[in-house]
């Protein structure tokens, strides 16, 4: 298992990635997110921040946020392996708008509360990985086409 060093301007819809943010306790936590947006215009009438990263967070501090996280990666579009032996994965949500990957992922959103936004000011002050995952060795075969 692995990551990978990335930067914040390679970061696109379908990346797997972490990065530290903190927490409303002001704890430094590692987040692994699947990347809906990552750079979208903040129109709210009280900003925080001119941009947010959207996305739907899979990990904290390496600790898995739900049971469903191959249900998330199947539903959100195909999932395409970026580097096989360190385990790292992207998801390619096909063309169109990307409201359309949350409309499919609404169900799973809501009942597991996942979705979340970061002030893109403040993530993009942090180093940035595409993250490893871990998945259940059928599916990383359904993946590879071996099944």
Known sequence: MGKLAYSWPQV?????????????EKRRLRRTVLVIEPKLRNDAKNKSSQFLL?????????????????????TAGNVEIVDEQKKIYRVDFGTGLNTAVYKRLKVLIKRHGLYRTYNYDKVKGTRVMLEDLRLPPSFIKEIKGEN
Do not use: R
């Not at 696109?12 to 409303?24: P, T």
């Not at 990990?59 to 990666?73: D, F, G, R, Y």
């Open 54 to 74: 959207h996305g739907i967070q899979l990990e904290i501090s390496n600790s898995p946020t739900n049971p469903e996280i191959k249900k998330i990666l199947e």
């Open 12 to 24: 696109q819809s379908g990346d797997i990635i972490s990065f530290v943010y903190l927490n409303k």
